[in-house]
């Protein structure tokens, strides 16, 4: 006989909330600027592609500035805070009894085919942030704070497309 494990429950959102605002209102007093993360990827990208082909690298506009003056890409505020980012969620999940190894996934969908789709998503919504100058934290978190228009735009055009979407992706969900 297998014994149900009863999960703990999430934080309250509006508490999860306030704090996250705490922090976003501390990295502006810190650092001068709110949160991101897309940045330090790009930053990431730059560094292992140096490792691999640096004149290469060096030669690409878009990365070659991560270099200037024998700076290294991953020496910056923006990868400490990603960083940071990540320690903070696996800090608060193990402190909220919800750390679990595991790939959510509803009734109809295989595993394979939730990472799958988990990777196409991922990598659709990472290049879409680099276009947009900004990923979904830095435009909504950062840019909301400061009552950028663009990134208002920006959060109605996610959370529109992503209920317009959710209704050709239902059944792999209920």
């Not at 009863?6 to 605002?21: D, T």
């Not at 960083?83 to 109809?108: C, D, N």
Request: glycine share 18%; charged share 10%; proline share 3%.
């Amino acid at each position: 006989m297998e014994l149900a494990v009863k999960e703990k429950p999430y934080w309250n959102p509006y508490i999860a909330g306030f704090f996250l605002g705490l922090v976003l209102l501390a990295s502006f007093l810190l650092l001068g600027w709110g949160l991101g993360a897309s940045g330090a990827g790009s930053r990431f990208g730059a560094w292992l592609s140096y490792l691999v082909a640096p004149d290469h690298t060096l030669g690409l506009s878009s990365w070659s500035s991560y270099f200037e003056g024998g700076a290294a890409p991953l020496q910056d505020a923006i990868v400490f805070g990603a960083v940071g980012v990540f320690l903070g969620g696996l800090i608060g999940s193990l402190t909220g009894g919800r750390y679990k190894i595991s790939i959510g996934r509803g009734p109809r969908i295989s595993v394979p085919s939730r990472l799958a789709l988990a990777l196409v998503g991922g990598t659709m919504m990472g290049f879409a942030a680099r276009l947009g100058r900004g990923c979904t934290s830095g435009q909504a978190l950062t840019g909301g704070a400061e009552l950028a228009l663009g990134s208002w735009v920006f959060m109605f055009a996610v959370f529109g497309g992503a209920y317009a979407f959710a209704w050709f992706v239902r059944r792999q969900w209920l």
